[in-house]
């Protein structure tokens, strides 16, 4: 299944949420929410573009740097959440990005609507009252689209982001077809996924990353695919789509 059609997204509607995508430059986002918010939506994702991009221009290492770089108390708070992520999980500012994007426009939109889910290219925001269970798209994986996790409501937003080495356009140096994690935020849950994904390059290595991802101790739950293996551990209850 080729990524750049997100069919995934057919099983990613909540019963009870009103769905929608919409698309700003190489912003792609699937929204739920208590009733159609495009215009604040696409609002809050131009703003989010518009802040990032003009720090960028300022610093423009915050773009190309693999690494992590100095923190920055004047930066807006979305750049402070993806520069405090990726000293957190030992990767670049923009492993972070597509996950800071979903908090920001998730932020955004709970000024209308108490439910929120926003998924950005697979990293996704949730503020949810209601079971639900999303699945995991691993690309070449016997496990793609067969396995999903069960998320119960939580009082508070959390985020769920997955990155792998075989599927889309972002940088990775591993070769996981899926490496999915669960953190208080999207943007942390982002840098955390590219750090443990980055550690898989094959089958063998799925322990070596869920031990990894667990030496951060800033996230809460991981499961990795590789080719017909899968890693669990933590707050991730698996189901079957």
Same mark, same amino acid.
């Given at each position: ?24 430059? #190489? ?47 004047? /930066? ?8 405090? /992520? ?13 996950? /800071? ?26 503020? &949810? ?75 063998? #290595? ?17 499961? &990795?695919?590789? #080719? ?14």
């Amino acid at each position: 299944m080729p990524y750049e059609n997100r069919n995934y997204r057919n099983y990613s509607a909540s019963d009870g949420l009103v769905s929608f995508t919409f698309a700003v430059k #190489d912003t792609d986002l699937f929204i739920s929410a208590e009733r159609k918010l495009e215009k604040e939506a696409l609002d809050a994702a131009v703003q989010a573009r518009y802040i990032l991009e003009t720090y960028i221009q300022a610093r423009p290492e915050f773009q190309t740097s693999l690494v992590p770089i100095a923190e920055d108390l004047f /930066a807006p708070p979305l750049v402070q959440a993806m520069l405090q /992520a990726a000293t957190l999980c030992s990767v670049g500012p923009m492993a972070a990005v597509a996950g /800071a994007v979903a908090d920001y426009v998730g932020a955004e939109l709970l000024k209308y609507s108490g439910e929120v889910i926003v998924e950005n290219g697979g990293d996704i925001f949730f503020k &949810i009252s209601r079971p639900i269970t999303v699945g995991i798209f691993a690309g070449p994986s016997l496990l793609s689209e067969r396995i999903g996790l069960k998320i119960e409501p939580s009082g508070e937003p959390f985020g769920i982001c997955t990155s792998s080495g075989t599927v889309g356009p972002s940088l990775s140096f591993g070769m996981a077809d899926a490496a999915t994690i669960r953190a208080r935020t999207a943007a942390l849950a982002d840098a955390a996924a590219s750090a443990v994904g980055n550690a898989v390059k094959s089958a063998d #290595d799925i322990q070596k990353a869920l031990d990894l991802g667990q030496s951060l101790g800033c996230i809460d739950g991981i499961v &990795i695919i590789k #080719d017909d293996k899968l890693g669990v551990w933590g707050n991730m209850e698996l189901a079957g789509i």
